[in-house]
């Protein structure tokens, strides 16, 4: 598996990111939906990473540089590469990358019920706190952090 810079415009990552949007959209109300457009993810403070394996696509996420932090954006796995640890190494390909930024930390906000984003998250260390940024506390996020 590599995990590598990618482009959002690329036809397989925009299938894969509306697929993303798709699901948010379904489970969230609007006013409550927070991902990046894929114009958004071009922006020169948002880095765009994917995993692939055998020109297979198998995930993607983003950090945009808010600051002294990061916040990560746009984790999302192929529904065929669940369980194969695509997340795990974007997630810790980011964490390198915004270190290397020397950000302060890396903040998150993810919906309540994704039960498994949520366990990734815990897993690489990111422990709940309280809205950042423009977001403002509201029945269905969650929001996490994690200190660099």
Known sequence: MMV????????????????????????????????????????????????????????CGAVKQIGNYGEL????????????????AILDHIVKHTRALRLSSLKLET????NAAHSLYAKHGFTPCGPFGDYAANETSIFMEKPL
């Open 73 to 88: 954006k746009s984790m999302f796995t192929a529904k065929a590469a669940r369980g194969k640890g695509a997340a795990s």
């Open 111 to 114: 919906g309540k019920g994704l």
């Open 4 to 59: 590598k810079r990618g482009d959002p415009r690329d036809p397989q990552v925009t299938a894969l990111l509306q697929a993303s949007h798709a699901l948010m959209t379904s489970l969230f109300p609007p006013e409550e939906n927070h991902y990046l457009s894929i114009d958004a993810l071009c922006a020169p403070e948002v880095d765009f990473f994917v995993a692939s394996e055998d020109d297979t696509l198998l995930g």
